[in-house]
Nanobody, 119 residues
């Protein structure tokens, strides 16, 4: 079992910045995949950014150049730096990770942190 705790959400004006953190309850050194998803009311959950254990990065097109995902294995934490925020970035942001063990895939979600972009 892995617990994930997100933090860093809040209210910010358009053009502002936030940094989200996702702290894991165990080492993430061997975690295959860590990602940030978001879900707005009435919309499907979507992958915003991800990072693999080999450093592979992936971003949703609409956040490229504005968001940066990173991981600190020593702190068992993954971050999402969000710059130049837009109203359409408003959503609940959730952290997710998975790893393989013994041929089985184990995935875990955090509880989410709300991001609101508004004047």
């Amino acid at each position: 079992q892995v617990q994930l705790v997100e933090s860093g959400g809040g209210l910010v004006q358009p053009g502002g910045s936030l940094r989200l953190s996702c702290a894991a309850s165990r080492s993430i050194f061997s975690i295959d995949f860590m990602g940030w998803y978001r879900q707005a009311p009435g919309k499907e959950r979507e992958l915003v950014a991800s990072i693999t254990n080999t450093g592979g990065l992936n971003y949703k097109d609409s956040v490229k150049g504005r968001f940066t995902i990173s991981r600190d294995n020593a702190k068992a934490t993954v971050y999402l730096q969000m710059n130049t925020l837009k109203p359409e970035d408003k959503a609940a942001y959730l952290c997710y990770l998975y790893f393989w063990r013994g041929g089985s895939k184990y995935g875990y979600w955090g509880q989410g942190t709300q991001v609101t972009v508004s004047l």
